[in-house]
């Protein structure tokens, strides 16, 4: 966009994902300043951070305009459902991120199963239950393995995969009787248990239209081998092997665009970053779920590899006219992400100890340290505010490089009340060495 005003830009959030996007947008010879609410310690190096949280739909509004912001980056799904950038439309601010109609693709996963089969997209059967008797009668029927989700939010850990009836069984107790994520769980969702390899894969759409933003692949199990329960993601990297050329554009052209298409049919069209999570089995690509915004950490390895410049793609998007947009540009790179997490995690975790060697890890090669859960304590100190706390990033010219390099960063780091996985990209790792 040569020539264009540098507009003030403003990012909701306070994780990883938003620590990586204000990275990348303060690059941008666009951006003539950059916000961020609430921000965290390593946001604060790159961005002005201001104390509202993301769910004050209210004041972010009123934050956008006494500062003039000419676009808001939307990073969590929590205030696209409450309706934040529906607020900010009506005044007149630009945002990145759909509309509260749009969201429900994230906000309710009965809502969009129904999307899904209304546009004919490959996914795996189901049904939805507000009743437990008969949502267990067709756990029955259907026998397992199967899979039982709240239709709700509920942080990425609503979903539970089920081996046995009885296992079936307990998880209707857990969401429906227990009420383990509150309302979330007044309806279930049950669905087809699918074999295959998982890809998270990105679209950036402004209502009518979409480009591809890339794959990625994730570890959501807390332990090694991707045992225990699972977690906001534990680490990423991309690109996925699994993911190649010819996939990208069947997933255009079988999933994005077809429901960009019923949601535009609906009333609602989307816009924003469209996030298929995609099971590839061996009778092709289905949809698993949808997400309407940048993953977490996929969206750190995402941006790694990055070389156009992403303000005014995003802009773009947000005013309906991707089809001027440039082709992006990639680097041929792998980007790998570990994510290092307060023991205990994705249960009770402590919060306050203080996290050394911030530095050191950063002046490895190849290698960006993103705050999540971090905050500053008052004496130039950096310390544990979250479950998920640093996303330990790194480029290299092969998986076995960018690995190698993260995990250098991570042992960089002074925090004995931090823990990571140590196998992560295992899947890209074995295929690049069984290619030799």
Request: glycine residues 14%.
């Amino acid at each position: 966009m040569p020539g264009a005003t540098p507009i003030k830009v403003l990012v909701v959030g306070s994780g990883g994902r938003e620590h990586a996007l204000c990275r990348k947008l303060i690059a941008s010879p666009l951006c003539a300043e950059l916000l961020c609410a609430p921000g965290n310690a390593g946001i604060a190096d790159v961005a002005r951070c201001l104390p509202v949280g993301v769910e004050e739909i209210d004041a972010l509004v009123a934050l956008a305009k006494a500062e003039a912001v000419g676009l808001v980056v939307v990073g969590p799904e929590a205030p696209l459902v409450l309706g934040l950038a529906d607020k900010l439309a009506e005044a007149g601010i630009a945002v990145f991120g759909p509309s509260r109609a749009g969201a429900l693709l994230e906000g309710s996963k009965g809502f969009m199963k129904d999307v899904l089969a209304r546009a004919g997209v490959p996914t795996a059967w189901y049904g939805r239950f507000t009743d437990a008797g008969a949502a267990k009668a067709f756990i029955g029927e259907k026998g397992a393995p199967i899979v039982v989700k709240t239709d709700g939010l509920a942080a990425g850990k609503g979903v539970i995969l089920c081996q046995t009836l009885e296992e079936g069984v307990a998880a209707i107790d857990l969401l429906m009787g227990e009420r383990a994520f509150g309302e979330a769980g007044d309806e279930v969702v049950i669905e087809e248990f699918l074999v295959g390899e998982e890809a998270s894969f990105f679209a950036l759409c402004d209502g009518t239209r979409a480009i591809a933003f890339g794959a990625a692949q994730d570890h959501k199990a807390v332990g090694e081998g991707d045992t225990g329960p699972n977690t906001g993601g534990m680490g990423a990297y991309s690109p996925a092997p699994v993911f190649d050329k010819a996939m990208e554009a069947q997933v255009m052209a079988e999933v994005i665009a077809p429901t960009l298409r019923v949601m535009a049919e609906m009333g609602r069209p989307f816009t924003g970053v469209l996030f298929a999570g995609i099971m590839v089995t061996p009778s092709g690509p289905k949809v698993l779920e949808f997400n309407v915004r940048f993953g977490d950490p996929e969206c750190q390895v995402l941006l790694a590899r990055l070389e156009s410049d992403l303000l005014p793609v995003l802009l773009a998007a947000a005013e309906g006219r991707l089809e001027r947009v440039a082709p992006l540009v990639w680097s041929p790179e792998t980007a790998l992400t570990v994510v290092m997490a307060a023991k205990g995690y994705p249960g009770e975790y402590a919060k306050g100890d203080v996290i050394g060697g911030l530095a050191a890890a950063g002046e490895v090669g190849g290698a960006v340290v993103f705050h999540a859960g971090t905050r500053a304590d008052g004496e130039g100190q950096v310390v544990a505010a979250g479950g998920r706390v640093l996303g330990v990033t790194a480029t290299g010219g092969s998986v076995r490089e960018a690995r190698d390099r993260a995990y250098q960063a991570v042992d960089a780091l002074d925090w004995p009340g931090g823990f990571c996985r140590r196998d992560i990209g295992w899947r890209a790792l074995a295929r690049e060495e069984a290619g030799r």
